[in-house]
């Protein structure tokens, strides 16, 4: 049974690990390909009460005590915002955010602001990365572009609902280019935007576009460093043979996420430059 922190690292660990070389550039395969591949839109419904019951059986009871007190409440009183916002709340700390999302999308529901679209939205963002069922990450991506289209219908002008959208549309759907135009429309009124920077970078590096990716990461931990980041820019620098610069950053990722198979990993990529 894992801890809430030791999810954390190993859902940031697994997710640094598979993202650069797994991730398909949707929109640049073959057409064939393309036509043959599951379309981001699903009919099937994962509720967040169904995805819970899922998760809890790798987390430590002790951590579901508070959880499953709420659930109790909530099915005496449905919908209740209150009771919603704090649930949402138990598995967020735990960085469940698959199911963290769905909750905060009912809350954004029953109370509709930008602020509750965008906080759903963002939590369903990071919620699909960790799926491996392609029908249920389909679902969530889903669930995340309508989250960022009701906070911008809120509010137009938000420019981390702009952000969001873009990189859910980058990294979910078959029109990555319409995704890459939203976040140049972002970084163009906000050039350092962290957020847009690091979803253009991780795009050019996807297209082989190094040079660019690395200035995209370099921006991005001007405001905002961090593992992801970091290992982003060291992989840029690998790429661009700045073997001293790629060592650096990839000894800084490791000060973020402290886990050993991760510094196992960066050990050898950084023992196979020197």
């Keep these: ?24 550039v949707k929109g640049l395969v073959n057409p064939e390909e393309e036509n043959s591949s599951e379309p981001a839109g699903t009919e099937a419904a994962f509720g967040p009460a169904e995805l819970a019951e899922a998760e809890k ?15 109790k409440e909530l099915a005496e009183k449905p919908g209740d915002t209150a009771l919603l916002k704090k649930l ?4 967020e700390e735990l960085n469940i955010s698959n199911v963290s ?59 981390d609902a702009q952000t969001g959208l873009g990189a859910v549309t980058v990294e979910g759907t078959p029109a990555p280019m319409k995704g890459i135009q939203l976040l140049l429309g972002v970084v163009e009124k906000d050039p350092g935007n962290p957020g847009a920077n690091l979803t253009l970078g991780k795009f050019s590096m996807q297209t082989g576009q190094y040079e660019k990716a690395r200035d995209r990461f370099l921006t991005v931990v001007e405001s905002q460093p961090g593992g992801e980041v970091y290992f982003y820019l060291g992989e840029a620098y690998r790429q661009l043979g700045e073997k001293e610069n790629a060592i650096a950053a990839y ?24």
């Design 1 to 24: 049974m894992f801890s809430g922190k030791q999810i954390g690292v190993i859902l940031s660990v697994g997710i640094l690990i598979t993202a650069l070389y797994l991730l398909p």
């Design 57 to 71: 059986q790798n987390i430590n009871p002790s951590l579901l005590v508070e959880i499953e007190e709420i659930e």
């Design 88 to 91: 949402a709340g138990e598995w």
């Design 101 to 159: 999302g769905l909750y905060y999308m009912e809350l954004a529901e029953k109370q509709p602001t930008a602020g509750n679209w965008l906080k759903a939205g963002d939590q369903l963002r990071e919620g699909y990365k960790t799926m491996s069922d392609t029908i249920q990450r389909s679902f969530l991506v889903d669930k995340a572009l309508s989250a960022y289209q009701h906070a911008l219908q809120l509010d137009p002008e938000n420019l």
């Design 251 to 274: 000894e800084t990722t490791k000060k973020y996420i402290v886990d050993p198979q991760f510094t196992s990993m960066i050990d050898n990529i950084i023992e196979e430059l020197k």
